[in-house]
């Protein structure tokens, strides 16, 4: 965040191009990180390439892994980019990105559910596949899921941080969706 959070991120965008070559990687670990980056650029400044670069790098990251991390965000990112079609009137491509965004929770649904259900499993790893299944019934609107998995997130003993990020996350979802509602429904 230092000198401030926009410079921050333009000087490790410029690194991550420069040294990981994000256009043509094939590795998912820079394909979620180039996501990361561009993701805040666009809360930021809301530039259209810095959203499109995001959903980019979480789609291939997503596509080469099929993980659930590159995977929630990418489903994320295409409803922010189904509302931005909204606003300029771009309605089927819209849709378009609305329903790929809930086939990809369907896909991530499957993917974080066993290293949730993991007791055994490292207590951070656990929590975010957790909190990954309470993103994706949000996401869907499934309430007894909402309420399973955010029951279970709020028992498990992790650093404030984490619950606070997931809740944070949830209600940016949740207000997309009703902001996606309404102006679909005009």
């Known amino acids: 965040k230092e000198p401030d959070p926009e410079t921050a991120l333009l000087q490790a965008r410029a690194i991550v191009e420069l040294a990981l070559n994000p256009t043509t990687t094939n590795d998912p670990e820079t394909l979620g990180l180039w996501g990361a980056i561009n993701k805040r650029l666009w809360e930021l ?16 990251g997503f596509s080469l892994r099929r993980d659930w991390y590159n995977g929630i965000n990418y489903a994320f990112l295409l409803d922010v980019r189904a ?8 309605k089927d491509d819209a849709i378009a990105d609305s329903v790929l ?10 993917l974080a559910l066993a290293p949730a259900e993991d007791k055994e499993a490292d207590p951070k790893t656990r ?9 994706a019934a949000v996401g ?3 309430m007894p ?3 399973r998995w955010g029951a279970l997130a709020e028992s498990l003993a ?19 969706k009703k902001e996606f509602a309404l102006r679909s429904a005009a």
């Open 45 to 60: 400044q809301a530039r259209p390439s810095d959203l499109n670069a995001a959903v980019n790098g979480y789609e291939r």
């Open 83 to 90: 509302l931005e079609w909204l606003k300029i009137g771009r």
């Open 101 to 110: 965004a809930r086939r990809v929770r369907s896909d991530v649904n499957r």
């Open 127 to 135: 929590f975010w596949a957790i909190a990954t299944l309470w993103e």
């Open 140 to 142: 869907r609107g499934d």
């Open 145 to 147: 899921e909402i309420e």
């Open 158 to 176: 992790v650093p404030q941080w984490m619950q606070e990020t997931r809740l944070e996350q949830g209600k940016k979802l949740v207000n997309l």
